[in-house]
Each structure stands twice: as C-alpha cells, then as structure tokens.
C-alpha cells in the first residue's frame, strides 16, 4: 500500500501546512502550476515527487517535468496532466490519451475547484485537488490525499486552508 499526497496550483506559493498534512506519503504529485523550482525542492525533500508543469510555469520547472504523466503505483496506472478537464468535459489532447489507454486514476489541476468521482464512462477515478496556492478566485486552498492498494483508491481526505 502506498500513501500519495495530491496538490496543484501553488503558483509559487508555499505554506508549511503542505509539509504538515503531506507528511509520512510515499509519494506526492504536483498536477502543475508548480510556479517555482523551489517548491519542487521542497516538496521533494518530503517525499519522492512527480509532476507535470502547467500553463503558468516557466522553463525551470519545465525541463525538469513533462506535459503528460503516466506511471504505475502498485497496480494501479496513473495518468498527470494539468490541462485535464473533468469528466463529460475533458480537454480534446486527454480525451484522445484516454481513448488509447485509460488509466485507473486521472489527475489534473488548473480549474482551481476540487473535484473528486468516478467516470463511469471510462471507469475510472478522477481527482482535480484543486489550488494550494494564493493565485486564483477560490476561497478554500485543498490539497489531497490517499492510499493506493494494488488497484483499490481508499482513506481520501482532503486538506482545506480558508484564505
């Protein structure tokens, strides 16, 4: 069983909270607008982390990320993108990379609004943890986590931070 904490949208920003509740994960996914390098540093010394750069990040996080993500946590394969839509409503470039193959889980960030469900039509789960950082409308920050248990998602809870 792995523990995986989820976040997006930091835009540079960084609160110790996010060390607090990302404490003791395994692994932690940035679904982009990471904003800095220096926040995947951080994030980094926390636990092994994987992420993909978002509309918003400059070349430093670039050639340090890729655009599309995929891998696999215990039996479970996992698909990162930070332009992702939401199910019914998905970005043309995901709907295409979800036809050819589709993953048990689905990250994406970008809208800022936290979103977890199932897809029943690709069957899949699919998280947006919403924006950790400061940039953006949204009057709650979230961040997520959860256990991946061969191919099973469990224990999801769901930091919020009023601004």
């Not at 990302?22 to 540093?41: N, V």
């Not at 698909?79 to 979800?98: C, E, F, N, T």
């Amino acid at each position: 069983m792995k523990h995986i904490g989820i976040l997006s949208d930091t835009h540079a920003y960084w609160d110790d909270r996010y060390a607090e509740f990302l404490k003791g994960c395994d692994e932690i996914w940035h679904a982009g607008d990471i904003g800095s390098y220096e926040i995947m540093e951080r994030l980094s010394q926390i636990a092994t982390l994987r992420a993909v750069w978002g509309n918003c990040d400059g070349q430093d996080v670039r050639r340090s990320t890729t655009e599309i993500y995929r891998f696999k946590v215990e039996d479970a394969n996992i698909m990162l993108k930070h332009i992702g839509g939401s199910p019914d409503h998905y970005d043309h470039a995901v709907r295409d990379q979800l036809l050819i193959e589709t993953p048990d889980l689905f990250v994406c960030g970008h809208s800022h609004i936290l979103k977890v469900m199932h897809d029943k039509k690709f069957n899949m789960l699919f998280i947006n943890p919403g924006a950790a950082g400061l940039q953006g409308w949204q009057k709650v920050r979230t961040l997520v986590r959860l256990d991946i248990d061969g191919k099973t998602f469990k224990n999801l809870e769901v930091l919020e931070i009023k601004r």
